[in-house]
């Protein structure tokens, strides 16, 4: 089968974000400094600066790795030309980037001569340097295999459409059975409109040659579009929707002597698993075999271009120049900022097709896709996901094009809106989130000159956020939380060649002898530190090498100050996430360092630990147990656990005492006490495990995770989800009873109702949901002031599954017409100019199998329009095979509804078992479209 796995890859809601790493300060050096004179001038000029960063050490150390570079220039049997060399030298940024990777700076040196050899010393030395950095440090990796042999720079050259159409109806071979399969897709024409914006011819600039300038077809938006009608083959996804069509297919292909047959249900549907999923994939596969066999479908995405090419494709659109007319804000990005905020670009080369199709439309239109067709979670599948909209295309699985024509969920939202991003020079990238899939730019203040990194389409904050992208500020470069990411803006905006000799220092750590790494490396990166305090590598490297908690203590308190100071310098966040990060890594770092034998010691660091913000238990509950004792330690648990119970509970403060529960646990050597202890934790839980949580206007069924981590710790399971949650129940009918006596509060039933509305269907037990159901509903009685109430829990678990048509607003949406609340509507008209037209569906699950012999209908008010006087009921148990239980026609609907108000229409017909129901509006009294108020059910056993 054709690969499509990239769809599940892209589509899939929250890649894990990967884990903070603290830098390998091990890394084995290219070479000891003492092994060469220029090591030893290095370390000598180190000695004597007291072990910190002086301008003696910075030029030795430069000395140091031009000697090492041509060493392993010489041993590779390569060489570069001295006015190379010395345009490196010449400008403090490139040295500093060079001679500072810590990738290894001769894969920089050489991926850039590569880049000089293919662009020309003119772009690569004077227009482009940055992104010519940015392309050699994200590229290191290839270094050694880059060719530095002299040749002519290169022409750019988009590659042409890969696609060869082939004659299916060529009368000069014998056709095989993909010519059938296209034959019958193209004898069965489809008509469809065909919006065209009018165009216009524009003059540009010519890149290549401003003598000649280039005529330009612009869409002119604020025009009419042109509609025609025009016809094009059926394409294979409509053969999949069709059942008729499948059997016409079938006797087509066997007439013509061919073994092909397919039966499948839609594979349009929205959620998974599909039930025919198998037979949906076996007959995408017969149709995208025969689309690829005859050159209407990519077998694959086009090959993705050299780093050469696309820093060529980047600076051909830069150097384009917009007529004042198209209003075109260009360059988007620039591309002489400083590097490292291009390296999402030079990371994630586009093919060039697919690129110059997007710069064409924002060039030609100012389009700027950002945003695609959400389809659901039939996305998670990537193989029914392209089975969804299966035709002749002209691009590859995994391009832009295609995501923006199948759609999906969170993943190809991103993904359409990054690939935009960097085909028009903009840096982005996507990025994980805990079950979400977002992304992140950078940006450029134009007023300030400063750069920033900023999330899109986050539903978290940049906390739990992980680009998918390296980090390259490293020996092994890996993917880093985004703190990192934006650390990178925050170095540039507070000085950037003083940012750059940071990475100098950290590579300098890695080539110290391992005695004087671990004896004066503090100082060596606390001075770098005073010049720049956004490396992240270099914070994670000193807190790796403080060999004790008192020193990791010094080290948080030695570059508070700096970053304190670096709120006088605009763009630099101080009190942030940076500190955070900075304060989270120090404290998983006393988890595993000895407590101080000095007691006031212990004392400052245990307060210290208090006093933040970000608390860590572990590190907490170990200084609390050595400073007072392992019972007073326990006894302030069991505290804050009675505290929790009698508050407002949440998932966020459940965590928080779970996480206490865990790390007091873990003070417990005794095994018997400890699981002792666990139990009584697990007693002082009883009857609470489960609480109620309101959260984004409804009520949720939380399982507290302190209870979980009480029974782990008691070595318990916790009882079934159904008996935890009864006393929830219990306590709730109690309140509906006390709430609907003759003398109630309307505002509190209205707020109580709405909670157990939103209850019901998370009891997940049917049978303690259809009872505790029944009990609310006697409760409330028959009783006429509180009926509203009573159809809102019957129809709680009820769902629209589907609705042909609905209103675009809120008060127009098809799940009014099961809100129990006969004050809003279902509407299937969109306003005057859309009439909305019938007959109009709407399918309801009914959230379990239930006998019914009757279906209600509840018009809007007492008036023709929208009313339904003709209509038909279906049912069925798995929404997929309908059987029609009733249709209706209701003369003199307009009197039967007349004062003193609305009547319910009812419909009865022979007892059916169904869980699904499919209400069809054929006919209305006035107008052309559906108005429903309330749609219902009457079971046998009523």
Not at 323 to 336: I, Q, Y
Not at 587 to 608: C, F, G, H, K, S
Request: charged share 20%; net charge neutral.
């Amino acid at each position: 089968m054709h690969n499509v796995r990239w769809y599940q890859m892209l589509l899939l809601c929250g890649l894990f974000a990967t884990a903070v790493c603290f830098a390998d300060t091990t890394t084995p050096p290219l070479n000891t400094l003492m092994t060469t004179s220029e090591g030893r001038t290095l370390y000598a000029a180190w000695v004597e600066a007291d072990y910190g960063f002086t301008p003696q050490v910075r030029a030795a150390y430069l000395a140091m790795t031009k000697a090492q570079v041509q060493a392993e220039l010489i041993a590779a049997g390569q060489t570069v030309p001295e006015d190379f060399l010395k345009w490196i030298d010449s400008d403090p940024i490139v040295e500093a980037t060079v001679y500072g990777s810590p990738q290894g700076p001769v894969n920089v040196l050489r991926v850039l001569r590569s880049l000089d050899l293919d662009l020309g010393a003119e772009v690569v030395r004077k227009q482009y340097t940055q992104l010519a950095l940015a392309m050699a440090v994200a590229n290191a990796a290839e270094g050694p295999s880059v060719d530095l042999s002299p040749r002519q720079p290169i022409d750019l050259t988009i590659p042409p459409n890969p696609l060869k159409p082939v004659d299916t109806r060529d009368p000069n071979r014998q056709l095989d059975v993909n010519d059938y399969i296209i034959n019958f897709l193209a004898d069965h024409p489809v008509e469809y409109e065909d919006k065209q914006q009018p165009a216009r011819m524009v003059e540009v600039q010519n890149p290549t040659d401003p003598s000649q300038p280039l005529m330009i077809e612009a869409t002119a938006p604020e025009a009419e579009p042109i509609v025609e009608k025009r016809t094009r083959p059926m394409a294979a996804w409509e053969v999949m929707d069709s059942k008729e069509i499948q059997a016409e297919f079938n006797a087509y292909m066997k007439e013509h002597g061919f073994d092909v047959h397919i039966e499948c249900e839609t594979p349009r549907r929205s959620y998974i698993p599909h039930p025919d999923r198998e037979a949906i994939l076996a007959a995408a596969q017969v149709f995208r075999d025969a689309y690829i066999a005859k050159g209407l479908l990519p077998a694959a995405r086009d090959a993705k271009p050299t780093p050469a090419e696309y820093f060529a494709y980047l600076i051909r659109n830069d150097q384009f120049q917009f007529p004042a007319e198209l209003d075109r804000h260009w360059p988007l990005f620039p591309l002489n900022a400083p590097w490292p905020v291009l390296t999402y670009l030079a990371q994630s080369p586009l093919p060039l097709r697919e690129g110059d199709d997007l710069w064409a439309r924002y060039r030609d239109g100012g389009v700027i896709h950002t945003y695609g067709h959400y389809v659901g979670n039939i996305a998670q599948n990537g193989h029914l996901l392209a089975a969804r909209s299966l035709a002749p295309f002209d691009f590859g699985y995994g391009s832009e094009q295609m995501m923006l024509k199948d759609g999906g969920v969170c993943g190809v939202m991103a993904g359409i809106s990054t690939t935009n991003k960097l085909a028009l020079g903009v840096p982005a990238i996507t990025a994980g989130q805990p079950g979400h899939c977002a992304l992140v730019v950078f940006r450029h203040d134009e007023k300030t000159g400063n750069y920033g990194l900023f999330g899109e389409q986050f539903i978290t904050g940049a906390a739990t956020t992980t680009p998918h992208a390296l980090w390259l500020f490293e020996a092994k470069p890996v993917r880093k939380p985004m703190v990192y990411h934006s650390a990178v803006a925050w170095m540039i905006n507070y000085d950037f060649a003083a940012g750059l000799d940071t990475s100098m220092v950290y590579r300098m750590l890695q080539q110290l002898p391992e005695a004087d790494r671990a004896a004066h490396g503090l100082t060596l990166i606390q001075s770098a530190l005073a010049r720049n305090p956004y490396n992240l590598a270099l914070v994670d490297a000193a807190q790796t090498l403080a060999p004790t908690a008192d020193q990791q203590i010094a080290f948080w308190q030695a570059l508070q100050p700096l970053l304190a100071d670096a709120a006088k310098k605009s763009g630099c966040p101080t009190d942030s996430l940076y500190s955070q990060t900075v304060t989270a890594h120090l404290m998983a770092r006393l988890v595993t360092l000895p407590v101080p034998e000095n007691r006031t010691t212990a004392q400052e660091i245990y307060d210290w630990l208090k006093s933040q913000k970000q608390p860590n238990y572990p590190a907490q509950t170990r200084y609390q147990t050595t400073l007072q004792g392992l019972t007073a330690m326990l006894t302030n648990v069991e505290s804050d656990l009675q505290a929790h119970l009698s508050g407002q509970r949440n998932p966020t403060n459940g965590r928080a005492m779970a996480d206490k529960l865990a790390a007091a646990a873990a003070q417990i050597t005794d095994k018997t006490f400890r699981k002792a202890w666990g139990q009584k934790m697990l007693g002082k839980l009883a009857r609470h495990e489960i609480f109620i949580w309101h959260h984004r206007y409804r009520d949720h069924v939380v399982l507290d995770p302190a209870a979980t981590a009480a029974a782990k710790i008691a070595g318990q399971r916790l009882a079934p989800r159904s008996e935890l949650i009864e006393p929830r129940l219990d306590e709730i009918a109690k309140e509906w009873q006390n709430a609907t006596r003759l003398k109630r509060d309307p505002k509190h039933c209205d707020r109580l109702a709405g909670k157990i509305r939103m209850l019901i269907p998370q009891v997940r037990d049917m049978d303690q949901r259809n009872a505790w159901r029944r009990k609310l509903l006697i409760i409330t009685g028959h009783r006429p002031d509180v009926q509203n109430y009573r159809a809102m829990i019957e129809t709680a678990d009820w769902r629209v599954v589907s609705a042909s048509r609905q209103n675009k607003r809120a008060r127009g949406h098809a799940a009014n017409a099961i809100d129990g609340n006969p004050n809003t509507l279902w509407l299937t008209d969109n306003g005057p100019e859309d009439a909305g037209g019938l007959p109009q569906e709407i399918v309801i699950d009914l959230g379990q199998d239930k006998t019914l012999r009757a279906f209600t209908y509840l018009p809007s008010v007492n008036v023709a329009a929208g009313m339904v006087d003709q209509w038909a009921v279906y049912t069925s148990t798995d929404a997929r095979q309908w059987t029609l239980a009733t249709e209706k026609t209701f003369n003199n609907l307009l009197a039967r509804s007349a004062s003193p108000g609305r009547a319910e229409q009812v419909a009865t017909f022979a007892p059916v078992v169904a869980r699904y129901v499919k209400f069809v509006a054929q006919h209305v009294v006035e107008g052309d479209s559906a108005v429903v108020a309330e749609l219902g059910i009457i079971e046998a056993s009523s």
